[in-house]
């Protein structure tokens, strides 16, 4: 039994594909009931051609009547086994890369029965590592940067490569690191694969960005192996080594005199080789005092020049500027600047003329005659030309003219303060030749006043005296105007122009005057008006004097010297007032009113307001006022006059009355004592310039007898015979015309009758 041992393992060691001898003679006898025999099976990856790589033996094959069998892995491709030895071969090539060991199970099968002989045996097959890979970069391309001017070692990037070999083997995995070209600016460490700087003076100026490329190779440093290549780039990164340069000495400009201020009037570029941050530039203007300004375009970096005063080319025609550029970093850890010339010549430009003022303002008196001088523009030309200059006005040509070459201004006219005080016209000049360069200036012309006009009265007076006025009463206080300048100085003095044995004119030295009773006793009856001629005379040189008439009526007055009665009224002139006219107005709403309430009185049946008078609480005040009417027709020796008389002295209270001029004055009077009654009550009215005109009901009231228009109460009016009653109206005045063509008939028939 050993002895067959021995020579099965023998056997083994041949077939075996191995070829490295002890590797695979490992014997396996861990079967204790030794049922199967086998050595440890391996195999070369790679082999193209089919190998034998040993037998399995059992104790219960039997050559004839069993056979061998495999079961796993790649069993009938890979793997196969001859049914009668047991030695197993290799008909694929292998991969360990892919599958270092295959796991399979072998059998013994009775080849009649096809059942299986004894037990199984679990065995592998290990795949031998041949040097079949080359390493593999982790990337391709490696990237790195390195500041410019770095030192020699400065190490930029680490590459690294795996190889998938297997480690265990030899050198199959010794990977090493080497550079393939550009050795003379960068080296590589050629176990760790760290890229280093090799020539200290890399310039990113010069040259940027390097292509290297890097090798790697198993099996050490050993010659032979497999090997592979990657890409490095490697760029250089800026440091501020270079300082900026103007190109040039001098720069010439050319610009306009015309160059509004702060406008761009040039550029100028230092260079600088260096790139972002590190070719950043800062530009200082170096010459002293300069209108010059100059800051740094952020985005070309370039300087760019502005101005701070408007240039003159008939000032200074050139300017030379001195100029410095630096950066705001250090360069190679110093300060650097450098320094330039800019010239700048200054071009004409055709200016307007140039006015010696903005604004011109002149005297003039006024009532001079035409073409007296006023005053004179003067206008030149800026440019170096020097052209002519001609004047003209683009207002005011209707008071003034302008001399077309010397800019004298002129009137046309004579000129009145009193119309116009200032003028404000435009004047206009030009370069003689040249329609297109105007330019214009203010002139302001105050016209001088003169006295040419004679003060007047300041409104119109209408003073009156009362008959009870005791001498020295101030009955108006006067005062004048002037369309002439009114200055503090300016003095009126007022006097009498007739001496007057009544009335004196007392000037109180402010520009007023008193009108003063010289003697008492004045009855309107003997004398109802006076009028009294007044001198007002101002203190100009000359003076001037106008003459003015007072008139002043004669009136019975009350306490408070308010006329009461005056034969004379002044006339609706335009001197009427607004109160004037309101009374007028009121007047004519009554008379509208009474016709209203007349014609509506017409239009009742008499039946209709016999039921009126009987039941009073339905009926109005003013209803039950008629009803009081007095005595009546034919009633007189009833009618007791006391009463009447008590009211009168009872004052206005009652009395209220029409403030219209004596509307009552035309009436006719009846000759006995009511009329006398009503006499007193119409004076009364006409007296009270306060009252309202009420009194209408309350005389209609106390009608006594004899009336001529009969009851004027509406309640006795009957539709038949009021038609003739109504005549008396035409004979109240004008204010109650309206109400006479209504009602009355013609006035002349009818006064013909009495
Ligand atoms: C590396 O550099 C190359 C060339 O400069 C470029 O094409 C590539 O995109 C870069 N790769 C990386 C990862 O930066
Ligand atoms: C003219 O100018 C004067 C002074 O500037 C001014 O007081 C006046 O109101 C002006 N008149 C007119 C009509 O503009
Ligand atoms: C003028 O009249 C006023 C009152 O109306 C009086 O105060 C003044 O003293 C009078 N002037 C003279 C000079 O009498
Ligand atoms: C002054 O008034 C009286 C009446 O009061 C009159 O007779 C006389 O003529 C008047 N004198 C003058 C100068 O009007
Ligand atoms: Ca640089
Ligand atoms: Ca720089």
Redesign the pocket.
């Known amino acids: 039994m050993p002895r067959t041992m021995l020579f099965l393992m023998l056997v083994s060691y041949i077939v075996s594909c191995s070829a490295q001898p002890g590797r695979s003679m490992k014997g396996n006898s861990s079967d204790l009931q030794s049922d199967w025999i086998w050595n440890q099976l391996t195999c070369w990856e790679s082999k193209s051609e089919p190998v034998q790589i040993g037998p399995i033996n059992s104790m219960w094959h039997k050559k004839g009547v069993t056979k061998y069998e495999l079961r796993g892995e790649g069993v009938g491709t890979i793997f196969k086994v001859d049914a009668d030895n047991g030695n197993i071969g290799v008909y694929r090539p292998l991969d360990r890369e892919k599958k270092a060991r295959y796991n399979l199970e072998g059998l013994v099968i009775d080849i009649k029965t096809r059942k299986q002989m004894g037990p199984s045996t679990n065995f592998s097959v290990q795949v031998l590592d041949l040097n079949d890979n080359a390493p593999i970069f982790t990337k391709d391309p490696f990237n790195g940067t390195v500041p410019e001017m770095s030192d020699r070692g400065t190490s930029i990037l680490t590459v690294s490569a795996h190889d998938p070999d297997d480690p265990t083997v030899g050198k199959h995995t010794n990977v090493t690191y080497k550079l393939l070209n550009n050795l003379e600016n960068f080296f590589i460490e050629q176990e760790t694969g760290l890229l280093r700087v090799k020539n200290p003076d890399l310039d990113r100026e010069r040259k940027k960005d390097y292509h290297i490329i890097v090798q790697a190779k198993d099996m050490g440093l050993d010659p032979g192996g497999m090997s592979s290549t990657a890409t490095v780039y490697i760029s250089l990164t800026d440091i501020n080594d270079n300082a900026p340069y103007f190109p040039h000495r001098q720069y010439n400009y050319s610009v306009s005199e015309a160059a509004r201020i702060g406008a761009t009037i040039g550029r100028v570029k230092a260079e600088d080789l260096d790139e972002g941050e590190n070719a950043k530039i800062l530009y200082t203007v170096v010459s002293p005092n300069s209108l010059f300004r100059i800051k740094t375009d952020p985005r070309t970096q370039e300087g760019l020049i502005t101005i701070k005063e408007p240039l003159d080319f008939e000032k200074q025609r050139l300017h030379r500027l001195e100029v410095e550029a630096e950066n705001p970093t250090l360069v190679k850890g110093r300060k650097y600047k450098t320094k330039t010339v800019l010239i700048f010549e200054v071009l004409d430009v055709d200016e307007p003329p140039l006015f010696s003022r903005d604004h011109y ?1 002149f005297r003039v008196s006024e009532n001079l005659p035409a073409d007296t001088s006023v005053g004179t523009v003067l206008a030149k030309d800026p440019d170096q030309t020097k052209n002519k200059i001609g004047y003209s006005l683009r207002d005011g040509v209707n008071h003034f003219k302008i001399g077309k070459d010397n800019g004298i201004i002129t009137t046309r006219m004579k000129l009145d303060r009193e119309a116009i005080a ?3 016209i435009t004047v206009e000049a030009h370069e003689v030749g040249k329609s297109n360069s105007t330019s214009i200036a203010q002139v ?1 012309i105050k016209v001088l006043d003169k006295n040419d006009n004679a003060p007047t009265l300041a409104e119109n007076y209408n003073p009156h005296v009362c008959e009870d006025d005791v001498a020295g009463t101030v009955i108006q206080v006067i005062s004048a105007v002037d369309l002439d300048e009114t200055t503090p100085t300016v003095r009126f003095h007022f006097s009498i122009a007739v001496k007057d044995s009544n009335f004196s004119v007392k000037d109180n030295g402010n520009n007023t005057a008193n009108i003063t009773i010289k003697q008492a006793g004045f009855d309107q009856n003997e004398v109802s008006k006076f009028l009294v001629p007044i001198i007002i005379s101002d203190n100009g040189h000359p003076s001037l004097s106008s003459n003015d008439t007072l008139e002043i009526n004669v009136c019975s007055c009350d306490r408070e010297r308010k006329p009461i009665n005056c034969r004379h009224f002044a006339p609706l002139t335009s001197g009427v007032t607004v109160t004037v006219l309101l009374i007028v107005f009121l007047c004519i709403i009554i008379a509208i009113v009474l016709a209203v309430l007349i014609v509506h009185q017409k239009m009742q049946k008499k039946n209709a307001f016999v039921g009126l008078v009987k039941p009073p609480g339905e009926i109005r005040e003013q209803l039950v006022r008629y009803d009081e009417e007095g005595g009546g027709e034919m009633d007189t020796n009833s009618f007791d006059i006391t009463v009447l008389n008590s009211l009168r002295t009872n004052g206005p209270r009652l009395a209220k009355a029409v403030n219209c001029p004596p509307v009552y004055a035309q009436v006719r009077k009846p000759n006995n004592d009511m009329g006398t009654v009503v006499k007193m009550k119409k004076d009364e009215a006409d007296g009270d310039r306060d009252g309202l005109p009420y009194d209408t009901l309350h005389v209609y009231g106390y009608e006594g007898a004899d009336s001529v228009a009969d009851s004027l109460s509406t309640l006795d009016v009957s539709s038949i015979d009021s038609e003739q009653d109504y005549d008396f109206l035409n004979d109240w005045g004008p204010r109650f015309h309206m109400l006479a063509e209504l009602y009355g008939s013609d006035p002349c028939r009818e006064i013909s009758d009495y």
């Open positions: 303002t200032w003028h404000n302001t």
